[in-house]
């Protein structure tokens, strides 16, 4: 008994068994669509994000605390989950306000201040 499976491909293979073999194609396409420069890349990521509403800010390196003090003092967080792992670099040493106070869970990975 010839299953289904089996009388397709028969029938494929006779349709096919009297023609010439595809010539290679040329592949001279892009590989990749976005170029080697990361200043252009960055570029293109920023006019992404904007395209979805978010807020991109750049700096350098050695501007991100100021940049990261300033957006959280401009928002008027009183405290900052940071998650675990992330270096300490970058980020505004801790001060104390009256912001809300986190879950106990997240209390560990705050930079703002802790309740007893």
Same mark, same amino acid.
């Given at each position: 008994?010839?299953?289904?499976? $089996? ?13 010439? =073999? ?5 592949? $001279? &396409?892009?590989?990749? !669509? ?14 992404? +994000?904007?395209? &979805?509403?978010?807020?991109? !800010?750049? *700096? ?6 100021? +940049? ?18 992330? /270096?300490?670099?970058?980020? =505004?040493? =801790?001060? *104390?306000?009256?912001? /809300? ?16």
């Amino acid at each position: 008994m010839t299953s289904s499976r $089996d009388l397709v491909l028969t029938r494929v293979r006779a349709a096919i068994a009297d023609t010439t =073999p595809a010539a290679d194609l040329p592949r $001279d &396409y892009l590989r990749t !669509h976005t170029p080697d420069d990361p200043g252009v890349i960055l570029d293109l990521l920023a006019e992404n +994000l904007t395209d &979805y509403r978010a807020v991109v !800010h750049r *700096c350098t390196g050695a501007g991100l605390p100021a +940049l990261l003090a300033r957006i959280l003092a401009e928002q008027g967080a009183g405290s900052v989950a940071v998650p675990p792992g992330l /270096p300490p670099r970058g980020w =505004p040493p =801790p001060t *104390c306000g009256s912001g /809300p106070t986190l879950p106990r869970s997240l209390r560990a990975t705050s930079t703002g201040p802790t309740p007893s």
